[in-house]
């Protein structure tokens, strides 16, 4: 079965250390996007990618980087320069004319400092 | 600047109701609107997707209407069941700038239906 999956499901870190979240989708999707979701808050956009080698800024970047080496993954680091880091982090992806296509996401993973 | 707005934020319905949900948008420019399922600590489920030209999609109990010049949206759920209890989020798709096909969430309705 086609999809995207998210590991690990729960991550902690510790203050000053970099982490990274990795986003695997099986689907030929071109885009991918990472997303922020806080208690009582929507989703947030942190970065998207169109195509392989090639990302753009979302709304809350800062702290944050990605790499697309390759169609199918969109890990995203988050740094140590990210100061409130505790949420849940979720990734997706849909065809490149996004115009008529719906996005599938995965399962999520949950980042605690501790 | 696109804003989306779901009322109520909480909805509690007895078993067998029939309910709607609401989404409204501030910028009728939109691509499509999306309406996905979200179980507590899961990932998100694409329920139903409404081109900016249709004005309504149905998927077994779900129909969702869009009228993009009021910018609003329902969510309607026939005959309710306790498995429909979920946080719901309405989601619109920009036609505009370098976010061009980047989607605007709302904050979801929390949806209990009681056994």
């Known amino acids: 079965d086609g999809g995207i999956t998210q590991s690990p499901k729960y991550l902690f870190r510790k203050e000053g250390q970099n982490v990274t979240l990795s986003c695997e989708q099986n689907l030929n999707h071109d885009a991918m996007y990472w997303y922020r979701q806080d208690p009582g808050q929507g989703l947030r956009l942190i970065y998207y990618?169109?195509?392989?080698?090639?990302?753009q800024k979302g709304d809350i970047a800062e702290g944050y980087s990605v790499s697309r080496e390759k169609k199918e993954s969109f890990p995203l680091t988050v740094t140590s320069a990210q100061k409130n880091p505790t949420a849940f982090y979720l990734c997706?992806?849909?065809?490149?004319?996004?115009?008529?296509?719906?996005?599938?996401f995965g399962s999520g993973t949950r980042l605690t400092v501790v | 600047k696109q804003e989306v707005t779901q009322i109520p934020a909480a909805l509690s319905v007895p078993e067998g109701e029939n309910l709607v949900l609401n989404c409204s948008f501030t910028d009728s420019a939109i691509y499509n609107l999306q309406w996905f399922r979200q179980d507590p600590g899961k990932g998100l489920t694409s329920l139903l997707l409404i081109q900016s030209s249709q004005r309504e999609q149905t998927s077994g109990r779900l129909n969702a209407s869009l009228d993009k010049s009021s910018g609003r949206s329902t969510l309607y759920i026939a005959a309710s069941q306790p498995g429909d209890s979920a946080t719901y989020l309405c989601?619109?798709?920009?036609?505009?700038?370098?976010?061009?096909?980047?989607?605007?969430f709302g904050k979801g309705t929390k949806l209990s239906v009681k056994p």
């Open positions: 990618s169109q195509i392989v080698n090639d990302f």
């Open positions: 997706a992806s849909s065809l490149w004319d996004r115009r008529f296509a719906g996005y599938t």
């Open positions: 989601a619109v798709s920009l036609t505009y700038g370098g976010s061009q096909g980047n989607l605007i």
